[in-house]
């Protein structure tokens, strides 16, 4: 087998077109017709930015691609393939202007087999170059899966790896691994592979199977001699005496390598597995190899600053660190079959995986959304099940969600669900099916998760181990799926969010449709509160703490470790950004991230609260509490040289293990210093920021400055100011970033860095923007009823110095402090 990966060059155009010969005739008649073509790069996304653009809604439609593929089949008579690793959301592919083949579906991998159209291609263009041209296309469709009304973007393009595969003509399409602890003594493996074999020769084949175990060493071998044959069959089992067993602490990854022969000539594959098993115990807890192991979870969506889906290897990579680091041993894949990076990340860092098909809200379809479901499942199933991180094969989430159907049957759900299940078991019995939300189908699958959002869509965060106690009794397998809230990066509270007593309770925290809009409905937090990193680090602190505290739970899942795009929450604070992550869109940390390491994370840490707070306020003298997340046994903190004191670290004690203190901070600038210590290790983390005790009026007026500037890059903040240009630390007001003249902003990123449009947080905003030698930058910031401002950039080549804004008024402030210039 030979495989190249194509990354370069592509073009790109999006649009809708005639048919494919609209690709080439800009070609063979020159660039008449105004298609606007680009070079591109694999893999890409044609959302990449409009996806979080504050103005419009994110183009749903057809977008297409070109290349020429060039090289020569190695192997008389092979067959020459393009597999894709995923593409959004319906695939065409064709060989000049014959269709090759097509694929239904955004997120599982699939192949397209050329060898058929190569002659037609020569014979119609000579020559040994191959044009080919794609589709993809990701318009509104409501008997397609996933929904519309499902919580994120359904994004179009070419957003995974492509590559161009030269096999024989009978290679391996897939192989198998299949293995089960038998004891602590042992475990059986047997290996099953499927044939590639299009013309169905019926020549003898040979496999050799190959295992190594985790450090290499071969450990078990055999020869087979066959027929080529139809369908997947078993052709070696052994056992393992004394196996390295597969765990979040201890990764052992064996390798499984088949070696192919046949007249045609010869290929190989190498599967990677694990030995481990596990179980849900009926209303208890969950049991990995054996012992008891809390699920400690987060969830993570295909989706990031800049590039929408197209996440490169190293985006992927720097992401499922992220989230071993924080502590996690398990993530959900939602809502859709992810990448094979991910998976295979997952393996070898020790994550325990529930990855779940696209049916995602809006009811169910005809037999074609149906099928498309079957054939969704069953690729998953076959594409990872190798994988030993994977434990649970989700079926839907959120199905009692109607919208796409004039009809909503929940008999016809539940049928389709109950088929769904018996197809997971008939397609892999060695693993457990699960969804989330869906009261009429609990009872149809091994593990469900109702609904329990405790101090943000319903109820308050204090009930939450009430509820999970009734949840865990009420489900014979039960693991909470989802649980969290939203907090913008860098927005701070003096004091916490006190309206929790309007808040009803005694009612049930289960979220309800609507409950995620800015508007209406019951009183709850997510639509009353203040959004603070603050309030969700409080939120996060006192789940965990119930978490850890129950003996018979299985585990929980907060929603989700990363920001991301979603075309249903234009109203947000940041537009089209469901703000619920741990790290920001473009992997930013924010303040909830060390609390969870501070009760998940092995590795020693210790993380002042309040670094995205570059300026606290207060009365002069008043005694403001700090907070320290550490895991380690003792923390001293240090104001401005002096200790205030060492505090133990009590795991149940709330907030922050015990680990807070209350002291007077100078006006201006102070500095806090944390020094933890555990197991005779000092470990130190340091803060500076500012003490305004100036008080302010109702903001009038906000003023710009710049920061630092980079290869051309201008950090530029906003600031809002009363009348007596006083900062107003609690401003919240939207404001909108404009720009004329050359340059641009560095915008539609779903960053608090990166967006042109946001509410402030705490009277403050930023965005970055890019100058152009070829001329000067004017940027402007405005908000409804206040006074807005601008300045003028110019780029490092051609730099003078700036004369203060016209619009600025007289009494403002001069200048932003150093500590308030270029953080947020």
Same mark, same amino acid.
């Given at each position: 087998?030979?495989?190249?990966?194509?990354?370069?060059?592509?073009?790109?155009?999006?649009?809708?077109?005639?048919?494919?010969?609209?690709?080439?005739?800009?070609?063979? #008649?020159?660039?008449?017709?105004? %298609?606007?073509?680009? !070079?591109?790069? *694999?893999? &890409?996304?044609?959302? /990449? =930015?409009?996806?979080?653009?504050?103005?419009?809604?994110?183009?749903?439609?057809?977008?297409?691609?070109?290349?020429?593929?060039?090289?020569?089949?190695?192997?008389?008579?092979?067959?020459?393939?393009?597999?894709?690793?995923?593409?959004?959301?319906?695939?065409?592919?064709?060989?000049?202007?014959?269709?090759?083949?097509?694929?239904?579906?955004?997120?599982?991998?699939?192949?397209?087999?050329?060898?058929?159209?190569?002659?037609?291609?020569?014979?119609?263009?000579?020559?040994?170059?191959?044009?080919?041209?794609?589709?993809?296309?990701?318009?509104?469709?409501?008997?397609?899966?996933?929904?519309?009304?499902?919580?994120?973007?359904?994004?179009?393009?070419? #957003?995974?790896?492509?590559?161009? %595969?030269?096999?024989? !003509?009978?290679? *391996?399409? &897939?192989?198998?691994? /299949? =293995?089960?602890?038998?004891?602590?003594?042992?475990?059986?493996?047997?290996?099953?592979?499927?044939?590639?074999?299009?013309?169905?020769?019926?020549?003898?084949?040979?496999?050799?199977?190959?295992?190594?175990?985790?450090?290499?060493?071969?450990?078990?071998?055999?020869?087979?001699?066959?027929?080529?044959?139809?369908?997947?069959?078993?052709?070696?089992?052994?056992?393992?005496?004394?196996?390295?067993?597969?765990?979040?602490?201890?990764?052992?990854?064996?390798?499984?390598?088949?070696?192919?022969?046949?007249?045609?000539?010869?290929?190989?594959?190498?599967?990677?597995?694990?030995?481990?098993?596990?179980?849900?115990?009926?209303?208890?807890?969950?049991?990995?190899?054996?012992?008891?192991?809390?699920?400690?979870?987060?969830?993570?969506?295909?989706? &990031?600053?800049?590039?929408?889906?197209?996440?490169?290897?190293?985006?992927?990579?720097?992401?499922?660190?992220?989230?071993?680091?924080?502590?996690?041993?398990?993530?959900?894949?939602?809502?859709?079959?992810?990448?094979?990076?991910?998976?295979?990340?997952?393996?070898?860092?020790?994550?325990?995986?529930?990855?779940?098909?696209?049916?995602?809200?809006?009811?169910?379809?005809?037999?074609?959304?149906?099928?498309?479901?079957?054939?969704?499942?069953?690729?998953?199933?076959?594409?990872?099940?190798?994988?030993?991180?994977?434990?649970?094969?989700?079926?839907?989430?959120?199905?009692?969600?109607?919208?796409?159907?004039?009809?909503?049957?929940?008999?016809?759900?539940?049928?389709?669900?109950?088929?769904?299940?018996?197809?997971?078991?008939?397609?892999?019995?060695?693993?457990?099916?699960?969804?989330?939300?869906?009261?009429?189908?609990?009872?149809?699958?091994?593990?469900?998760?109702?609904?329990?959002?405790?101090?943000?869509?319903?109820?308050?965060?204090?009930?939450?181990?009430?509820?999970?106690?009734?949840?865990?009794?009420?489900?014979?397998?039960?693991?909470?799926?989802?649980?969290?809230?939203?907090?913008?990066?860098?927005?701070?509270?003096?004091?916490?969010?006190?309206?929790?007593?309007?808040?009803?309770?005694?009612?049930?925290?289960?979220?309800?449709?609507?409950?995620?809009?800015?508007?209406?409905?019951?009183?709850?937090?997510?639509?009353?509160?203040?959004?603070?990193?603050?309030?969700?680090?409080?939120?996060?602190?006192?789940?965990?703490?119930?978490?850890?505290?129950?003996?018979?739970?299985?585990?929980?899942?907060?929603?989700?470790?990363?920001?991301?795009?979603?075309?249903?929450?234009?109203?947000?604070?940041?537009?089209?950004?469901?703000?619920?992550?741990?790290?920001?869109?473009?992997?930013?940390?924010?303040?909830?991230?060390?609390?969870?390491?501070?009760?998940?994370?092995?590795?020693?840490?210790?993380?002042?609260?309040?670094?995205?707070?570059?300026?606290?306020?207060?009365?002069?003298?008043?005694?403001?509490?700090?907070?320290?997340?550490?895991?380690?046994?003792?923390?001293?903190?240090?104001?401005?040289?002096?200790?205030?004191?060492?505090?133990?670290?009590?795991?149940?004690?709330?907030?922050?293990?015990?680990?807070?203190?209350?002291?007077?901070?100078?006006?201006?600038?102070?500095?806090?210093?944390?020094?933890?210590?555990?197991?005779?290790?000092?470990?130190?983390?340091?803060?500076?920021?500012?003490?305004?005790?100036?008080?302010?009026?109702?903001?009038?007026?906000?003023?710009?400055?710049?920061?630092?500037?980079?290869?051309?890059?201008?950090?530029?903040?906003?600031?809002?100011?009363?009348?007596?240009?006083?900062?107003?630390?609690?401003?919240?007001?939207?404001?909108?970033?404009?720009?004329?003249?050359?340059?641009?902003?560095?915008?539609?990123?779903?960053?608090?860095?990166?967006?042109?449009?946001?509410?402030?947080?705490?009277?403050?905003?930023?965005?970055?923007?890019?100058?152009?030698?070829?001329?000067?930058?004017?940027?402007?910031?405005?908000?409804?009823?206040?006074?807005?401002?601008?300045?003028?950039?110019?780029?490092?080549?051609?730099?003078?110095?700036?004369?203060?804004?016209?619009?600025?008024?007289?009494?403002?402030?001069?200048?932003?402090?150093?500590?308030?210039?270029?953080?947020?």
């Amino acid at each position: 087998m030979h495989t190249q990966r194509l990354t370069d060059g592509w073009t790109h155009y999006r649009g809708t077109l005639g048919g494919p010969w609209e690709v080439w005739r800009e070609r063979v #008649y020159g660039n008449h017709f105004n %298609v606007p073509w680009h !070079a591109v790069t *694999l893999p &890409h996304c044609f959302n /990449a =930015s409009d996806g979080v653009d504050p103005d419009t809604t994110y183009y749903q439609g057809p977008g297409w691609y070109a290349t020429e593929l060039t090289g020569a089949n190695p192997y008389p008579g092979g067959r020459t393939l393009l597999h894709f690793e995923g593409a959004g959301q319906r695939t065409d592919v064709y060989v000049y202007t014959r269709l090759a083949g097509s694929h239904l579906g955004g997120y599982d991998e699939f192949t397209i087999d050329l060898t058929d159209h190569l002659e037609y291609c020569r014979a119609a263009l000579g020559g040994t170059g191959v044009p080919i041209a794609i589709q993809c296309d990701n318009s509104r469709d409501l008997e397609t899966i996933p929904s519309d009304t499902a919580d994120f973007c359904l994004y179009g393009g070419l #957003y995974r790896d492509v590559n161009l %595969v030269h096999v024989p !003509a009978i290679s *391996l399409q &897939h192989v198998h691994v /299949a =293995s089960e602890l038998t004891d602590s003594q042992s475990a059986t493996v047997q290996v099953s592979v499927r044939l590639y074999n299009p013309n169905q020769f019926s020549d003898a084949v040979s496999f050799d199977v190959i295992l190594r175990d985790p450090s290499g060493q071969v450990v078990r071998q055999a020869e087979v001699q066959a027929e080529a044959f139809a369908g997947e069959q078993a052709i070696a089992s052994f056992m393992l005496d004394e196996p390295s067993v597969w765990s979040p602490d201890r990764p052992a990854l064996y390798e499984c390598t088949v070696q192919l022969a046949s007249p045609h000539g010869r290929t190989e594959c190498t599967e990677r597995f694990g030995v481990r098993q596990f179980s849900f115990e009926p209303n208890g807890p969950f049991y990995l190899n054996g012992e008891r192991l809390l699920l400690r979870g987060t969830h993570r969506h295909e989706d &990031h600053a800049g590039v929408g889906a197209a996440m490169t290897e190293a985006m992927t990579r720097r992401e499922m660190q992220l989230i071993k680091d924080m502590g996690a041993n398990f993530v959900r894949l939602g809502h859709y079959q992810q990448s094979r990076i991910v998976l295979d990340l997952c393996d070898e860092l020790g994550l325990l995986v529930y990855e779940e098909i696209p049916w995602c809200r809006g009811g169910v379809g005809g037999q074609a959304y149906r099928q498309q479901c079957r054939d969704m499942l069953t690729a998953m199933i076959e594409q990872h099940k190798n994988h030993p991180s994977v434990i649970i094969w989700g079926l839907g989430n959120e199905n009692d969600w109607p919208a796409d159907f004039e009809s909503f049957d929940e008999q016809q759900i539940r049928a389709f669900m109950i088929e769904l299940h018996e197809l997971a078991h008939q397609l892999d019995p060695s693993r457990v099916t699960g969804i989330r939300r869906c009261e009429f189908c609990k009872d149809v699958v091994d593990v469900y998760s109702p609904s329990i959002w405790a101090g943000w869509y319903r109820g308050t965060y204090p009930e939450y181990k009430q509820y999970l106690n009734e949840a865990v009794q009420q489900t014979p397998r039960f693991l909470h799926l989802e649980w969290g809230g939203d907090s913008i990066a860098g927005r701070h509270a003096e004091e916490l969010y006190s309206g929790l007593d309007v808040i009803p309770t005694g009612q049930g925290a289960d979220e309800r449709d609507g409950d995620y809009k800015l508007t209406g409905g019951p009183p709850r937090v997510s639509l009353l509160g203040d959004w603070s990193e603050s309030y969700i680090c409080e939120l996060v602190d006192w789940h965990l703490g119930v978490q850890e505290s129950m003996p018979s739970l299985t585990g929980a899942v907060q929603w989700t470790f990363k920001d991301f795009a979603t075309p249903v929450r234009p109203d947000n604070p940041l537009p089209y950004i469901n703000t619920k992550g741990v790290v920001e869109r473009d992997l930013t940390p924010k303040e909830a991230y060390y609390v969870f390491q501070s009760h998940w994370a092995t590795s020693p840490m210790v993380h002042i609260h309040s670094h995205h707070a570059p300026v606290r306020w207060g009365e002069p003298g008043e005694l403001k509490t700090v907070r320290v997340y550490s895991n380690c046994d003792s923390v001293e903190l240090f104001l401005n040289g002096e200790s205030q004191g060492l505090r133990q670290r009590d795991p149940q004690a709330f907030p922050a293990a015990g680990l807070q203190w209350k002291m007077a901070f100078e006006a201006g600038v102070n500095r806090l210093e944390a020094v933890a210590y555990a197991d005779g290790e000092r470990l130190v983390d340091q803060l500076d920021f500012e003490y305004q005790t100036q008080r302010w009026q109702s903001p009038t007026h906000l003023r710009l400055s710049t920061g630092p500037r980079e290869d051309g890059r201008v950090f530029v903040s906003v600031r809002a100011y009363d009348a007596s240009g006083v900062r107003c630390l609690d401003a919240h007001h939207v404001v909108q970033f404009t720009l004329a003249g050359h340059g641009r902003l560095l915008d539609n990123l779903g960053t608090v860095r990166g967006s042109r449009r946001l509410q402030l947080s705490n009277g403050r905003a930023e965005i970055e923007v890019e100058t152009d030698p070829q001329g000067p930058t004017i940027i402007c910031v405005t908000s409804e009823g206040l006074q807005g401002d601008s300045c003028e950039l110019r780029h490092p080549a051609n730099a003078r110095p700036q004369r203060q804004p016209a619009s600025t008024p007289q009494h403002a402030v001069s200048q932003a402090s150093s500590s308030d210039r270029g953080i947020l």
